[in-house]
C-alpha cells in the first residue's frame, strides 16, 4: 500500500442519485485524518455533508464531526469513541458499545477503515463491529459487517442489513468503486 506522507485526495461520484463526495487523507501527529464532503440530491432535497474523522494510527475512530444540511434541515453532529463507548453529541449511545470503526451511511470513504486496519490477504476475511450513523436519519446504530478480500484490489462486504457489494480499492485501500453505489473519478 502506497504512503500518503503528503496525503492523498479522491472524487467519487455517486451511481444511486446525483451526487459527488471529495476526501483529503493525511497523517497527523499520532493520528490520521479523513476530511471530506459530500453534496448530493436526497427525495428532491439538495445535502451537503461534511466530515472530519480521526483515527489513532491503527485505524480505528476516535472523532467524528458531521455538519450540513439536508434540504433545511441543519445537521451538526459531534461523536466520540473511548474504549469501545460511543458518545453522539456528549450522550452516551450504549446500542454501539464496542464497536471500533464509524461507518458513515452516506460515504464510501470509512471503508477504509477496516481495510486498512485489517490488512488482510487473498481470501481472508474480518469481521467488524462498526457504529453506522445512518441517512437519513443519523441515528447511530451498531452494524454487523465483513470484508473478504477476493482479489489483490477487490473486496466483498457483506452487513447484518443482508446488503452484499464488491468493493475494488486502489493500493492504500481508498475504494475505486462500490458496486451500484459509487465510483472515484479523479485521484491524487
Not at 454501539?96 to 481495510?115: G, K, Q
Not at 454487523?144 to 468493493?167: F, N, V
Amino acid at each position: 500500500m502506497e504512503d500518503p506522507s503528503d496525503g492523498i485526495s479522491a472524487l467519487w461520484r455517486r451511481l444511486d442519485m446525483p451526487g459527488h463526495e471529495a476526501v483529503r487523507i493525511y497523517e497527523g501527529d499520532d493520528v490520521w485524518i479523513l476530511d471530506g464532503a459530500s453534496v448530493f440530491s436526497y427525495k428532491g432535497k439538495p445535502c451537503r455533508l461534511e466530515y472530519l474523522i480521526e483515527c489513532d494510527p491503527d485505524w480505528k475512530t476516535s472523532i467524528v464531526t458531521v455538519d450540513g444540511f439536508v434540504g433545511h434541515e441543519v445537521v451538526a453532529i459531534e461523536i466520540e469513541s473511548e474504549n469501545g463507548v460511543w458518545y453522539v453529541n456528549g450522550e452516551e449511545v450504549g446500542d454501539v458499545e464496542r464497536a471500533i470503526d464509524i461507518d458513515l451511511n452516506f460515504s464510501p470513504v470509512t471503508n477504509l477503515l477496516p481495510i486498512r486496519r485489517s490488512n488482510l490477504a487473498v481470501g481472508d476475511e474480518a469481521a467488524v463491529r462498526a457504529a453506522w450513523l445512518r441517512f437519513p436519519s443519523f441515528k447511530l446504530e451498531t452494524l454487523e459487517q465483513i470484508y473478504t478480500r477476493t482479489g489483490e484490489s477487490i473486496y466483498t462486504y457483506r452487513s447484518s442489513t443482508g446488503l452484499e457489494k464488491a468493493i475494488t480499492v486502489d493500493e492504500f485501500g481508498l475504494v475505486a468503486e462500490y458496486a451500484d453505489f459509487w465510483v472515484r473519478e479523479v485521484e491524487e
